[in-house]
């Protein structure tokens, strides 16, 4: 069965390092993946979408990967700032949108 | 303001009394989607629509009820509720299915007691 596996439910780090989320995937051939940042009550809110014929997809202090042979997609927050502290979704689709559980990032002063 | 809407936002109600929560949009996308989201089990999406009378089935579509009969609407109906129900619902809606960020509303806290 299809399977998105985002492998850190939460993530502590210092302010101004470096934080690296991962998305794995199982059994499914994606055309897109998106990730997306949700605050506590509130609904996400979409950040970067990379294609399968991407490999890096760049926004601000924000980098994306994309690797379909290893199935793997990584999030990276540079010069993290305590208001990056949020819950990280992945999500994969074509027609329909499959979600991982999220990771929880803490960035702490 | 482009939006997404749902309401109600919160919702006690018990066993077997039916429900409807609305969701509308004010920026003419095509898509839209619900999606509960569950401690542990992340966002799952129980409907989608792909346009106007277009509507499929998501993961976790049973004891849900859904209609698009116009652009901007998409309600999700609970004919009989049961507390495994009880759960955060989320809308959604986007340009199309493919390659779209996705626009979610802020969400309705259900619980069925």
């Known amino acids: 069965s299809q399977k998105i596996e985002q492998n850190s439910e939460a993530l502590n780090i210092q302010e101004g390092k470096t934080a690296t989320l991962t998305c794995n995937y199982t059994n499914y051939s994606p055309a897109y993946l998106q990730w997306y940042r949700q605050d506590p009550g509130r609904g996400p809110v979409f950040l970067l979408l990379?294609?399968?014929?991407?490999k890096e997809k760049r926004k601000e202090r924000l980098k994306v990967t994309f690797d379909t042979t290893l199935k793997q997609s990584l999030f990276h927050i540079t010069a993290s700032q305590p208001a990056d502290s949020a819950t990280y979704l992945c999500a994969l689709g074509n027609n329909d949108m499959r979600f991982g559980a999220g990771t929880r990032l803490t960035v702490k002063p | 303001e482009a939006q997404v809407t749902q309401n109600p936002r919160y919702l006690i109600t018990v066993t077997g009394k039916k429900l409807t929560v609305t969701c509308s949009q004010n920026?003419?996308?095509?898509?839209m989607s619900w999606y509960r989201q569950d401690p542990g089990l992340g966002l799952r999406q129980i409907y989608y629509s792909m346009n106007v009378e277009v509507t499929d089935k998501g993961d976790v579509p049973e004891g849900y009820k859904v209609s698009r009969k116009e652009k901007r609407n998409f309600p999700l109906i609970l004919e009989s509720p049961s507390p495994n129900q009880t759960s955060l619902y989320f809308c959604a809606s986007s340009y199309g299915a493919d390659n779209q960020p996705q626009h979610f509303g802020d969400g309705t806290r259900l619980s069925i007691l």
């Open positions: 990379i294609r399968e014929n991407e």
């Open positions: 920026m003419n996308h095509e898509y």
